[in-house]
């Protein structure tokens, strides 16, 4: 099993990224798929996640109307895209996946890590 997160990296307040995550070693659609996050210090925190074919999502409020999160089942990929980015969004992000979960469900202890993908947000 195999999650590849990409598209970290360092941006200005304000601005927006992509990350993507590409998977294999294990059926993508029968699994939720998420993003959490752990900032230097503090606890991993869970910021987004989706169900096993995109028709339902969960967003913390933390994060709810600037990140979105997509998958495309086809190419064993899924998204985050992070809008109006705040230094306080500064933290490495991990994908995971988990087995039959809901999109909420989704993070709680997941099945699958990514080894994450760092992004800075300067002021």
């Known amino acids: 099993v195999e999650l590849v997160e990409s598209g970290g990296g360092l941006v200005q307040a304000g601005d927006s990224l992509r990350l993507s995550c590409v998977a294999a070693?294990?059926?993508?659609?029968?699994?939720?798929l998420g993003w959490f996050r752990q900032a230097p210090g503090k606890e991993r925190e869970f910021v987004a996640g989706?169900?096993?074919?995109?028709?339902?999502?969960y967003y913390p409020d933390s994060v709810k109307g600037r990140f979105t999160i997509s998958r495309d089942n086809a190419k064993n990929t899924v998204y985050l895209r992070m809008h109006n980015l705040k230094p306080e969004d500064t933290a490495d992000y991990y994908c995971?996946?988990?087995?039959?979960?809901?999109?909420?469900?989704?993070?709680?202890?997941?099945?699958?890590w990514g080894r994450g993908t760092e992004v800075t947000v300067s002021s």
């Open positions: 070693g294990f059926v993508f659609s029968e699994h939720a």
């Open positions: 995971a996946a988990k087995a039959g979960a809901t999109a909420q469900v989704m993070g709680h202890l997941p099945d699958y």
């Open positions: 989706v169900s096993w074919n995109g028709d339902s999502t």
